[in-house]
T-cell receptor
Framework: DQQVKQNSPSLSVQEGRISILNCDYTNSMFDYFLWYKKYPAEGPTFLIS?????DKNEDGRFTVFLNKSAKHLSLHIVPSQPGDSAVYFC????????????FGSGTKLNVKP | NAGVTQTPKFRVLKTGQSMTLLCAQDMNHEYMYWYRQDPGMGLRLIHY???????AKGEVPDGYNVSRLKKQNFLLGLESAAPSQTSVYFC???????????FGPGTRLLVL
């Protein structure tokens, strides 16, 4: 059973609007979360992270929100650009198994010009 | 810096054949990882290494072996390939635990 889930396989957004990508997890021990971005034929690249002591982390156009009680995190991209079109993976781990990251299945974002 | 490189990029194997996937990193990272990615699933950790000469099992280690004889290289071996091992394999490295992992471009493996 997957411990990290991304229930939306795809998302389409108009350029300039907000993209919201969601991620749910089941393991309450998870305390560190990351988002990766992946273009076709390339490996994932790190985008942004958040630890459980925070509920928000911002980096330019990208903001990650963490709701620990709901075991939910989301990635907001504002404004969305065509170059943001990629597959986005969320990942999580805990301090007791800090070498093991659990990944969601990914959400394919398409930003239309 | 090349970052993380993987060899080969694509391979077709017959059931029962063996092969080794090579991962190399030039960032002097201690930690290295092998993942597989299958349709509809996230990346799943196969094996990892916390330093030269060390290896450990991940989430889905069965059917695979690994070696880390040199700090910069992490090898993934399939002794007797099975169709269930058809997947895209990604290698990653990081400076330490819970640090950002840097991924290679992936190896697409098809087992017939």
């Amino acid at each position: 059973d997957q411990q990290v889930k991304q229930n939306s396989p795809s998302l389409s957004v108009q350029e300039g609007r907000i993209s919201i990508l969601n991620c749910d997890y089941t393991n309450s021990m998870f305390d560190y979360f990351l988002w990766y971005k992946k273009y076709p034929a390339e490996g994932p690249t790190f985008l942004i992270s958040i630890s459980s002591i925070k509920d928000k982390n911002e980096d330019g156009r990208f903001t990650v929100f963490l709701n620990k009680s709901a075991k939910h995190l989301s990635l907001h991209i504002v404004p969305s650009q065509p170059g943001d079109s990629a597959v986005y993976f969320c990942a999580a781990n805990d301090e007791y198994n800090f070498n093991k990251f659990y990944f969601g299945s990914g959400t394919k974002l398409n930003v239309k010009p | 810096n090349a970052g993380v490189t993987q060899t080969p990029k694509f391979r077709v194997l017959k059931t029962g054949q063996s092969m080794t996937l090579l991962c190399a990193q030039d960032m002097n990272h201690e930690y290295m990882y092998w993942y597989r990615q299958d349709p509809g699933m996230g990346l799943r950790l196969i094996h990892y290494s916390v330093g030269e000469g060390t290896t450990a099992k991940g989430e889905v280690p069965d059917g695979y072996n690994v070696s880390r004889l040199k700090k910069q290289n992490f090898l993934l071996g399939l002794e007797s390939a099975a169709p269930s091992q058809t997947s895209v394999y990604f290698c990653a490295s990081s400076y330490s635990e819970q640090e950002t992992q840097y991924f290679g471009p992936g190896t697409r493996l098809l087992v017939l």
